[in-house]
């Protein structure tokens, strides 16, 4: 237990003291710094719960050249990362993962293109030893504004067009979990198979896209919509097909939150899920699922893991053990089959 006292916090010299080292030994103990044979170690930390020792940030900062903070950018307005489970997810795994490195989060989110210079001063400000960032659209100055700051950077989802491909990122396999939906419906025996796609300058929305295209390469251009992520635009969505196409009878929506929307605009109709209109959602998200009716057949990613990668590869490349590790990580989907489809 540490001393209780209420006088003078305690200073690295009372630690050194107390572990019997020299100054220079507890301070690299202290600091994460290398080359101090490991009883020694276990003393300076024992020494430090004795005491209660608390390092000094900015003389940290100084011997290490690390800030011990990460920035976690998501290019959406505020209403989006606290409405959208999977910024929630994305963010607790990124958090977990953090802390398993002793370092803090800080988060940002852009409102519109007025933000970016706010952004860039912060990063510029030597305030973060790196960034994560996710939910970019292809048109995005986030990837040049970090860039400018010239600190690391991994992204969470694949580049858009005009990102360098050379940025690290991770990424889920959408496109054949797109396809894995797809082939479920068909194999289903659903013959007009419709697709509520998500934005056109998101990669995820993209993937997918093309992952339903290489099932049904001649698919109906009528069977298509676009919504952008939220419940209200997949309800809204599904209202136009059953309007202009009423003989739709399979749907493969983006993201669960529109496959959420589309469930309650077919139960409103009077249309039944699964046997005469079936849904396939895309991301598994249990806070979505829980509440959808039917159970919401879906494409599992693993968001909290993929926040969790993100912060490894930035980490080891912070570290400058990033020689012979993968520049990026795709990981694996699942289709995970309910009572929708």
């Known amino acids: 237990m540490p001393e209780q006292t209420t006088g003078p916090r305690p200073t690295l010299e009372a630690v050194a003291a107390r572990a019997g080292v020299s100054r220079a030994t507890a301070s690299r103990v202290v600091n994460g710094g290398a080359g101090v044979r490991p009883p020694l170690v276990e003393k300076v930390r024992r020494a430090v719960d004795e005491l209660g020792y608390v390092p000094n940030h900015a003389a940290r900062t100084l011997v290490t050249r690390r800030n011990g903070a990460v920035a976690v950018i998501i290019a959406e307005p505020e209403f989006r990362i606290f409405s959208d489970p999977f910024f929630?997810?994305?963010?607790?795994?990124?958090?977990?993962?953090?802390?398993?490195?002793?370092?803090?989060?800080?988060?940002?989110?852009?409102?519109?293109?007025?933000?970016?210079?706010?952004?860039?001063?912060?990063?510029?400000?030597?305030?973060?030893?790196?960034?994560?960032?996710?939910?970019?659209?292809?048109?995005?100055?986030?990837?040049?504004?970090?860039?400018?700051?010239?600190?690391?950077?991994?992204?969470?989802?694949?580049?858009?067009?005009?990102?360098?491909?050379?940025?690290?990122?991770?990424?889920?396999?959408?496109?054949?979990?797109?396809?894995?939906?797809?082939?479920?419906?068909?194999?289903?025996?659903?013959?007009?198979?419709?697709?509520?796609?998500?934005?056109?300058?998101?990669?995820?929305?993209?993937?997918?896209?093309?992952?339903?295209?290489?099932?049904?390469?001649?698919?109906?251009?009528?069977?298509?919509?676009?919504?952008?992520?939220?419940?209200?635009?997949?309800?809204?969505?599904?209202?136009?097909?059953?309007?202009?196409?009423?003989?739709?009878?399979?749907?493969?929506?983006?993201?669960?939150?529109?496959?959420?929307?589309?469930?309650?605009?077919?139960?409103?109709?009077?249309?039944?899920?699964?046997?005469?209109?079936?849904?396939?959602?895309?991301?598994?998200?249990?806070?979505?699922?829980?509440r959808t009716s039917p159970a919401l057949t879906t494409v599992h990613q693993d968001i909290e893991g993929m926040g969790r990668l993100m912060v490894k590869l930035l980490m080891r490349r912070l570290d400058g053990t990033g020689s012979g590790i993968p520049d990026s990580v795709i990981t694996p989907t699942s289709l995970v089959r309910r009572a929708s489809a």
């Open 88 to 290: 929630e997810q994305q963010v607790r795994g990124i958090s977990r993962e953090l802390t398993a490195h002793d370092a803090q989060l800080v988060l940002l989110w852009v409102e519109g293109p007025g933000d970016h210079e706010r952004i860039a001063r912060y990063l510029g400000g030597g305030h973060v030893d790196g960034a994560l960032a996710f939910s970019l659209h292809s048109d995005d100055a986030l990837p040049a504004v970090i860039e400018g700051a010239r600190i690391p950077v991994v992204l969470g989802g694949r580049p858009a067009p005009g990102i360098d491909p050379a940025v690290p990122f991770v990424d889920c396999d959408n496109r054949g979990g797109a396809r894995e939906a797809v082939r479920h419906l068909v194999e289903r025996g659903c013959r007009s198979i419709a697709h509520i796609s998500g934005p056109a300058d998101q990669t995820s929305a993209v993937d997918r896209l093309h992952g339903y295209r290489d099932v049904l390469i001649d698919a109906d251009p009528a069977l298509l919509r676009v919504g952008d992520f939220t419940e209200e635009s997949g309800a809204r969505a599904m209202a136009e097909l059953l309007d202009h196409r009423p003989d739709v009878d399979g749907v493969f929506v983006a993201n669960d939150l529109m496959a959420s929307g589309a469930l309650l605009t077919l139960r409103e109709r009077g249309v039944r899920v699964p046997e005469d209109v079936a849904v396939v959602g895309f991301d598994d998200m249990a806070s979505v699922v829980g």
